[in-house]
Nanobody
Framework: QVQLVESGGGLVQPGGSLRLSCAAS????????MGWYRQAPGKQRELVAT???????NYVDSVKGRFTISRDNAKNTVYLQMNSLKPEDTAVYYC????????????WGQGTQVTVSS
C-alpha cells in the first residue's frame, strides 16, 4: 500500500520554526516529484513548495526565503523546513507525490496541523 506519513506539525509562536517530514512507502520514491500543500480554514488548498525527482525546487512567493523543501531518497522522505513563521502560515499541511511519467499516480498524506500563534 502507498503511504505518505507526515510528522512535525504543532503550535509555534510567530517567528519560530518547524520542520515537517513526510515518509513515503509503497512507491519508487526517486521516480516521484514531491510537494507540500497547505489549506487554511475557508481557503483553497495552496501549493507551497515542490521538489522534482532530480532535486529542482519551487516555492510560492509568500514563503520564499523562509521555507526550504528537501528530499532524502535513501530515507524515502521529503522535508519542509519552515522558518520565520507567521500567523498566516497557519494551515493543515499536506504531502503529495506525483509519478514523473504517470501523473495519474498521485498520492496524498493525511495532513498535519501547523498553528502559528502567540
Amino acid at each position: 500500500q502507498v503511504q505518505l506519513v507526515e510528522s512535525g506539525g504543532g503550535l509555534v509562536q510567530p517567528g519560530g520554526s518547524l520542520r515537517l517530514s513526510c515518509a513515503a512507502s509503497g512507491i519508487t520514491f526517486n521516480r516521484y516529484h514531491m510537494g507540500w500543500y497547505r489549506q487554511a480554514p475557508g481557503k483553497q488548498r495552496e501549493l507551497v513548495a515542490t521538489i522534482t525527482s532530480v532535486g529542482s525546487t519551487n516555492y510560492v512567493d509568500s514563503v520564499k526565503g523562509r521555507f526550504t523543501i528537501s528530499r532524502d531518497n535513501a530515507k524515502n522522505t521529503v522535508y519542509l523546513q519552515m522558518n520565520s513563521l507567521k500567523p498566516e502560515d497557519t494551515a493543515v499541511y499536506y504531502c503529495n507525490a506525483v509519478h514523473v511519467l504517470a501523473p495519474r499516480l498521485n498520492y496524498w498524506g493525511q495532513g498535519t496541523q501547523v498553528t502559528v500563534s502567540s
